[in-house]
């Protein structure tokens, strides 16, 4: 299993940048494909981007293609999340999330590990 923890978040203006960062303190982080989720206060989690045990395939929401990027560095045992031209509406709560021995999902209810959240605010 997996032992997950975000980092790199903060406040940022509109149009700005930050890089997440997804750190397993295990050592067997190859073997799991990794999601980034995010929540806003009132909101239902939502489905950032995704990335596969290799970092070969990789996917992301709708509403960040073009300005977010995932990626992987698994002989570091991490999984980063690339945030450019950040909107306002990206502020909230970023999780990163891993999925043992299967393919990348894009719902929260198929990963089985969870790292404790960061913070991320945009201003406008």
């Known amino acids: 299993q997996v032992q997950l923890a975000e980092s790199g978040g903060g406040l940022v203006q509109a149009g700005g940048s930050l890089r997440l960062s997804c750190e397993d303190s295990?050592?067997?982080?190859?073997?799991?494909?990794v999601g980034w989720f995010r929540q806003a206060p009132g909101k239902e989690r939502e489905f950032v981007a995704a990335?596969?045990?290799?970092?070969?395939?990789?996917y992301a929401a709708n509403s960040v293609k073009g300005r977010f990027t995932i990626s992987r560095d698994n002989a570091k045992n991490t999984v980063s999340l690339q945030m450019n031209s950040l909107k306002p509406e990206d502020t909230a709560v970023y999780y990163c999330?891993?999925?043992?021995?299967?393919?990348?999902?894009?719902?929260?209810?198929?990963?089985?590990?969870w790292g404790q959240g960061t913070q991320v605010t945009v201003s406008s």
């Open positions: 990335i596969n045990w290799s970092g070969a395939n990789t």
């Open positions: 295990t050592g067997t982080f190859t073997a799991y494909a």
């Open positions: 999330a891993a999925r043992g021995y299967a393919a990348l999902g894009t719902t929260s209810d198929e990963y089985d590990y």
